[in-house]
Every structure is written in C-alpha cells, then in structure tokens.
C-alpha cells in the first residue's frame, strides 16, 4: 500500500481532485440485459476529464459490458450514456470520439504496423503528410520506432500491445477505453507496462477507462476505481478510500485481506469515536462517522494494521485489543503472516513486518498466548448484509422485533 | 521399426505423400504422357496412327480450328464466374455473420444440389429456362417478354447453368475465409471511424457495375448498354445502402484467400466444362470442351483432341500463374503474410 503509517490516520478524500473537474463520461441509470441475463444492473457513473478511472471487478461482473457500451459496440436497454456533455447512447462507435484498445489487440492481420497506426487517421481524411508525421511520433511515443513495415505476425505481444496503444491514440480521442489490456502479457512484461501505461497516459493528458480484474493493477495505476460486483458498482472511489475505507463487505474482501467481526454499534456519544459491541464480548471503538446510522455491522481490520504484543506488554490505553493464540506462522520473508485465534471462534490474518525480528526463533510460536491490538482509526464499518436480510425476513415472515 | 522411423525421420513427410504421389502417377502423369504422344500421331482408328515430331502441326491445326470456341471458354467461363462471385459472396457473408443457429443448416442447402446428379440439374434448367417454361410462360402472359423471346438455347443459358452447377464451389471457400475473421477486427474498424462509405462506394459500384455490365452484355450478346445501365444502378444502390468501409478495409481483403480460391474452384473447371453448353446452348455456344468431346468420343480424332487438351491445360496454368501473381497469393493464402 502507498498509504504510510503516519499518513493512515488522515484518510484522503474524494474531494482531493478539483470538485468542479470536467465529465468525461457520464453513464445515467445505465441498464443491459442480454435475454435473462442482466449484465449491466442500473449503474451512475461519472468519470472526470483526464483521469485514470478503473473498472474493477470479478469475471462476468460487467465491466466488458460497461465498457462496449461507451465504445457504442453495445446498445443500453435503458439508461443514458454521455461523452463531454453529448448525449452518444445511440451513435454508432465510428461517430464518437472515443476509441478502445482491444484485449487481444485486434490489429489488422493484413495490414503493416504503419497503416494499423493510421488506420483512424485515414478514415477521418486527414493529409498524408499529417498522418506520416504523427503516426511517426506516436510509434516513438510507445517506443517502436522502425517498425513501420512490419505486419503484426512479426512482432511479439508487448509490441503488439504498444501497436494497439498507438493506433487509438493517434485520433486524440476524449477517452480512450482499454479492455484488459495486460491480460495477455506475462508478470515481468505487464509490471513494466503499467507503468508505461500511466507514463503515456500521463504524457498524452487523455482519460483512461482502463478495465481490469486485478486489484493490484488497478490500485498502482488509478486515480479512481469502481468495484464491480454482478452488474453494478459497490463503491467508487480513490485507492487508498477503497482500501482504508471499504463500505461493503465484497469491496473489503476484494481489495486485499480483511478482517471482519460481527458485532452491533453500541453508542455514538459525542467525540470522534463510536463504540462496538462485537459478538464475542469484546468492546472496541472506531471512527464515529463509519459507524453513524448503523446497528448489525462487521467490524474490519487491515492485517498490517494489527500489533501482536506479549500479555505482560502494555498496550496503549487507546488501542482497541483482544486476547489471542497464536494458530499458525508463516515467514514470507518482508513480513511474517500469522493466523491468530480470538474471542468468539474467530481467526485473524496478521502481517508483521521483520523489522525487528531476524531468526526463526523470535517470531511468534504457534500456541503462544498474545495480545491483539490495533489504533481505533484503523477500523472499519461495514454493513452487515446477511444480519439485515436476515432481520428484515424476520420482521417481514414474524412481524416481531428480532430477538439478538 | 519405431527405431528405424526415429533414426530416419525425413521419411515421414514422403511416406504421408506416397498415396496421393502414387495416385496422380497412374491417373494424371501417365495418361497425361500417353495424350502428350497422342497428339503427335497422324492418321485415323481406321489406318492406325504413328508417331512423329514433325506432327507438332496438330497444335497450330486444332487452335486454328476451335479458336472460336477457345475465346467463348474463356468468356463463358470467366463470365460465370463473376456471377458466381456476385452471388456466393453477398451469400457467404450472410451465412457467415448472420447466420446465427441455421448457419449449419443454411450451408447444407448451399451443397444440397450436389446429392443430385449434375447432369440432372443442368437438364431441369432446360426445362427451367424453356420457352414455355417455369420462368417464361408467367412472364409472356402478362406480356412482359415478347413471345418469341428465348433464353434456352442462348448464351445466358450456358453461362446461368455454369453458374448454378459450380455455385458451391464458390461459396464454400469464400464462407470458410470470412467465418474465420475474428469480428474484433470489423469492431475496430468501427471503433477507427470506419463507417458507412456513402457517396464512395456508390461511385465504386456505379463504376464498376458499368463496366461488368457492359461485359455481360458483350458476352451474352445482347445490348451492351442496357446492361451496364442497369448494372451500374444496381451497383451504385449496392454501393451506397451496403458497403461499408469496415467491409472495404478488413472484411474484404481478410476474405481474399477465399475468394481466389473459390474462382479457381470454378473457372478452371468452367472452362472445360462441355455438358452445360451441350444441353443448355445451341451450335453457336459450342465451348472447348464440346469440341475435345466430339474429336475424342464423336469423330475419334485423338490426335486433334490431344493436342486441344493440351492447349488448354496449358492456356490456364498460364491464367493461374498470372491471377496469382496479380492478386499476391502468397499474402493471400495465409491472410497476413
Ligand atoms: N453477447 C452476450 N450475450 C449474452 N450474455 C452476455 C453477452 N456478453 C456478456 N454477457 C453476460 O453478461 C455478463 C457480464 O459480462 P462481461 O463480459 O461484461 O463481464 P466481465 O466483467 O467483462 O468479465 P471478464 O472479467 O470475465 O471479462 C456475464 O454474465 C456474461 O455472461
Ligand atoms: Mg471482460
């Protein structure tokens, strides 16, 4: 994570871009059935001029959908689709100015890297002394010069990625709409290409919807992600919101580790802090502003945000804390990742930097008796699904008060 | 034995022809040399033939006599093979992308003609085309056609026959070559600004609508210019509500493997084709291969038919040389290149 100890507490917001910032790309109410299935369930979406704006999300969550929708290969069965202001959700993909790279690249198998390149130009009738120019500073743009004549059968696929790159670019597109575009790379190339990516997006100035099922990648090269879960988003936000601050139960679990506790918020008498009830006797505090307006809730806790301290140690009067025994260890090397039994039947993932311990023989034992403690802002709020649905069945089937 | 083959692994690739080298040897080679002598014989089956090289006159002799029907071949054949074209293409494509569940279905039918006999085929276009027939009897009621107007028995008859008999042989390759375009390429073109090409392509098909009508015309002896008047309307409708530039700048060129193996498919075996103008024409349309089958089967003059035989064989292997060359097969065949 790029958020540092000492930063962690002042969790960034939304806000931080200007908040009167261009919209890119607006997607009103967005809904697309496909017969029975719907691929696109109802999604608000406004992407703001220039950024790099992810779609994250597990396989057959919709984002492909979402994506061909704005290119205009996809027809919306309700909802309105926007690109700078312009109303486009029935143009046909050739009369907007967006354009895509394609997951499998899609170049033309027929013609040379050249004319792939120019390929957009051509068709809009632009003079060939400007094509010439500019698909010659777009192919060093993406660091292919001299690769003009090649076909695409002649060039490996890191190269064929840059090609595709190249060819949408080269139109100036408002936004340009990337499905997956790593996907076919191998780790050492697609790491490399990240950057690269966020370099020429950067350089170029153009908004990025960049489609992705990898967290990782979306966290190091976004300004803001959408998590995608069967047809709609559950949050949207900055990396470090999503990560710090996950509002729903899929978007903590997507998003790196978490632990989650059950428990009822208890009281949100004045201060910074609320107080939480876990299930399992414990009482801890959080952020008040996560826990207002709720009751059935799951508390959670990032495995790097946790401290392991011996029973004789002290922990600071403020930290939330919970007994615990140490069930398994594994030494990773950078950090050591201890599964950790607590009140309730509970296990916790913990993360323990090897700053200060070297040898084997210092890490925690499986079976010995600590301390679990954490800083009460690093707690998070996450609504507790399945105890709502759970009560609203009851008071739904029982018409009476669920009984806790 | 599995040592032998491993230590002698060239073998593999000759032991896999061998059947087909085996095969074309006695059925292609050695007839073909037998005919090769044959067309240097003189004499008749009455006296017996001989051998000599001063015979190499049959050549000039037999060009000389069927140069009629070698220029008509070359027209019959090349004519029905535009049509062919014109009608596998727009067919394949449909089959091919909007096919959907029938596509299977859809391409039986196009193959369904060959469990019938093509000699059958090409005799109910007979009856089709007679003059009282199924097309024309309705056409003269309602006084649309005058009543001595013909088709059988014309040049267009022996050119549709040919065309519907060697249709498949078109639309096969052409329907294999455009379903294997992957559809991401035509959505990239899209996303490219390639859109409809309107006043473009409306000129593309007037044009050249004219000027294959103008041929047809020629061909099938009738007026030129209504031909390609016509022709050229229907090309530039075509042009314009149907061809798109995604179609001209991927589509198309992705499908050009298909369709000079599907011409070839069909001009070669056109051009020798004998049963068509035999049923379908009259003495006037007589083609190359209704003569070679007369001097062969009719007169039993294997010398003059040998040699036609050769003429032609050598006349297309040129054709091909030279369509390949023009249209770059080696690109073409692997769809890159
Ligand atoms: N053309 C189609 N016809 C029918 N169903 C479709 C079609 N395209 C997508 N779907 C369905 O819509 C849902 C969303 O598909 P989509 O391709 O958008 O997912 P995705 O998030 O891109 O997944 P992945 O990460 O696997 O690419 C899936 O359930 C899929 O089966
Ligand atoms: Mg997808």
């Not at chain 1, 486009?88 to 198998?109: D, E, K």
């Not at chain 1, 390149?117 to 051509?122: D, I, M, P």
């Not at chain 1, 690269?196 to 190091?220: C, N, P, S, W």
């Not at chain 2, 004998?274 to 190359?288: C, D, K, Q, S």
Request: aromatic letters at 10%; charged letters at 20%; hydrophobic letters at 45%.
């Amino acid at each position: 994570m790029r958020v540092r100890a000492e930063e962690a507490g002042r969790i960034p917001h939304e806000g931080r871009l200007p908040a009167v910032a261009n919209v890119a790309v607006r997607l009103v109410d967005v809904v697309k059935k496909f017969g029975e299935t719907v691929a696109v369930d109802h999604i608000d979406l406004e992407v703001r001029d220039g950024e790099f704006f992810s779609l994250l999300g597990p396989s057959g969550c919709g984002k492909t959908t979402t994506l061909r929708m704005i290119g205009g290969f996809e027809e919306p069965t309700a909802g309105l689709i926007e690109l700078q202001g312009q109303d486009v959700t029935w143009l046909p993909p050739y009369q907007r100015n967006v354009n895509t790279v394609f997951q499998n690249y899609a170049l033309f198998p027929h013609l040379t890297i050249y004319e792939n390149v120019a390929f957009g130009l051509r068709r809009k009738g632009v003079k060939e002394a400007e094509i010439k120019s500019r698909a010659t500073e777009m192919l060093e743009l993406v660091e292919l010069p001299g690769f003009e004549n090649r076909k695409p059968n002649q060039i490996s696929g890191g190269q064929a990625q840059r090609v595709a790159l190249a060819r949408a670019l080269i139109n100036r597109p408002a936004v340009l709409l990337l499905d997956e575009p790593l996907g076919a790379l191998d780790l050492k190339l697609r790491k490399q290409m990240q950057v690269e990516l966020k370099r020429i997006q950067k350089e170029v100035g153009i908004t990025f919807v960049y489609v992705t099922h990898d967290q990782e990648e979306a966290m190091t090269m976004s300004d803001r992600i959408a998590v995608m879960n069967r047809g709609h988003y559950e949050q949207l936000g900055e990396p470090e919101m999503l990560y710090e601050r996950p509002q729903t139960r899929f978007v903590a679990g997507f998003l790196g580790v978490s632990n989650l506790i059950a428990g009822r918020v208890d009281a949100t008498a004045g201060g910074d802090w609320a107080t939480i009830a876990l299930d399992n006797g414990v009482t801890v505090r959080a952020p008040r502003a996560l826990a207002e307006g709720k009751t059935r809730i799951l508390l959670g806790v990032r495995p790097e945000k946790i401290r392991l301290y011996e029973t004789h140690e002290t922990v600071p009067e403020s930290h939330n804390r919970m007994p615990g025994t140490i069930r398994a260890a594994s030494y990773m090397g950078v950090s050591t990742q201890y599964q950790v039994d607590v009140p309730g039947n509970r296990r916790l993932t913990v993360f323990e930097q090897n700053v200060e311990r070297a040898t084997k023989s210092e890490l925690w034992a499986p079976g010995e008796v600590v301390v679990v403690g954490w800083q009460p802002q690093h707690s998070f709020v996450v609504r507790d699904e399945s105890a709502e649905a759970a009560a609203e069945e009851a008071t739904e089937v029982a018409a009476e008060p669920f009984g806790e | 034995m599995g040592g032998f083959i491993k230590r002698h692994r060239w073998i593999a690739p000759y032991a896999l022809l061998a059947p087909g080298v085996l095969w074309l040897l006695v059925f292609y080679v050695y007839p073909g040399i037998q005919m090769f002598i044959a067309s240097f014989w003189s004499g008749t089956l009455e006296t017996g033939f001989t051998f000599s090289v001063s015979n190499w006159t049959n050549y000039p002799d037999a060009l000389q006599g069927a140069s009629a029907q070698f220029v008509r071949s070359i027209l019959y054949a090349g004519a029905a093979t535009l049509l062919t074209f014109l009608i596998a293409y727009p067919l394949a494509y449909t089959i091919a992308f909007k096919g959907g569940h029938y596509k299977a279905l859809l391409l039986f039918l196009v193959v369904a003609p060959f469990f019938t006999s093509f000699l059958l085929r090409t005799i109910s276009w007979k009856i089709i085309l007679g003059d009282s027939g199924l097309f024309l009897a309705p056409l003269k009621t309602i006084g649309l056609v005058p009543s001595d107007f013909r088709l059988l028995a014309e040049p267009v008859a022996v050119v549709s026959g040919i065309t519907y008999n060697f249709l498949p042989f078109m639309t096969l390759p052409i329907y294999v070559s455009l379903e294997k375009i992957d559809h991401r390429l035509v959505e990239a073109a899209k996303d490219l600004y390639a859109g409809p090409w309107r006043p473009g392509g409306a000129i593309a098909g007037l044009v050249i609508g004219g000027l294959l009508g103008g041929v047809l015309g020629y061909i099938f002896e009738y007026s030129i210019p209504v031909f390609a008047i016509a022709a050229a309307a229907a090309g530039a409708i075509i042009g314009w509500f149907f061809i798109s530039q995604s179609f001209t700048r991927v589509t198309f060129p992705l499908s050009l493997p298909g369709v000079f193996a599907g011409s070839l498919l069909t001009f070669i075996p056109a051009i020798g084709d004998y049963v068509n103008a035999e049923f379908l024409g009259n003495p006037g349309t007589t083609m190359v291969g209704n003569v070679i089958q007369n001097k062969f089967l009719v007169q039993n003059d294997y010398p003059a038919a040998s040699a036609l035989s050769f003429i032609l064989m050598a006349g297309i292997l040129v054709a091909v040389a030279i369509y390949a060359r023009a249209l770059g097969t080696e690109g073409l065949t692997t769809g890159r290149g």
